[in-house]
């Protein structure tokens, strides 16, 4: 799992990235702190579903060439568990371990919620809330999902508002879809390093009080 967040960026992009916070933070004195995570959740039912969605068909196919036609007798039904419950194990591993396929047996509401939770635990983990003016701000990008959420402290929250942010999020997925996440994130920290210069402006004896990158 966690090679999807190592082989989203590589270190030449991960350098791009930082440098791009650092750019921004000198015209505010807000903090901006991109997050790249490989998922949000791991999503256990999605192996479950998987893999009796798949060991299904497969198993009665099985069956009937192993036991004749289906449902006649009492023995099909013993040899379909047992053909059932070896290939559910193999597709269950198999859903578990291949994250496109995993993807199709997840709804994009549980994958919302999840993305949303990820980034709220990200958020106070990493101490965003702890700035001096309250004005740090989470740009939460979660490899697996597709999915992007901004996470602004109560000090932005009160001069900002929250749409403003959906732009940053179209835009970053946009590039991500066109497999140019480095520079669509470099230009999204560069727009939010506007936004906030606007309301914070950098104060006498500012400091860099958060990681400019985070990769879990």
């Not at 807000?30 to 999605?46: L, N, R």
């Not at 036991?67 to 591993?93: A, E, H, K, T």
């Not at 989470?138 to 602004?152: D, G, K, Q, T």
């Not at 749409?163 to 520079?183: E, M, R």
Request: glycine residues 8%; aromatic residues 10%; negative net charge.
């Amino acid at each position: 799992m966690k090679n999807l967040a190592e082989k989203f960026l590589n270190a030449e992009e991960q350098e791009s990235i930082r440098a791009a916070v650092s750019k921004a933070e000198k015209k505010t004195s807000g903090e901006i702190v991109p997050m790249i995570v490989p998922a949000s959740y791991h999503y256990p039912m999605a192996d479950v579903l998987g893999g009796v969605s798949l060991a299904l068909p497969i198993s009665i196919v099985l069956t009937y060439i192993l036991g004749g036609i289906l449902w006649v007798g009492s023995n099909n039904m013993w040899v379909f568990m047992g053909v059932f419950g070896v290939v559910f194990v193999v597709f269950y591993r198999v859903v578990q371990r291949v994250w496109p396929l995993k993807r199709v047996f997840i709804s994009n509401r549980e994958i919302e919620e999840e993305v949303q939770e990820a980034a709220l635990i990200g958020f106070f983990k990493e101490e965003l809330f702890r700035t001096r003016d309250e004005t740090g701000i989470l740009i939460f990008i979660s490899v697996f999902e597709h999915r992007v959420w901004v996470l602004a402290d109560r000090g932005i929250n009160a001069k900002v508002d929250k749409g403003q942010w959906d732009g940053i999020v179209a835009h970053i997925v946009t590039g991500i879809k066109k497999g140019q996440p480095a520079d669509a994130i470099c230009e999204a920290i560069n727009e939010v390093g506007g936004i906030l210069s606007e309301h914070f402006p950098v104060r006498d004896g500012d400091v860099d009080e958060l990681d400019n990158l985070i990769i879990s």
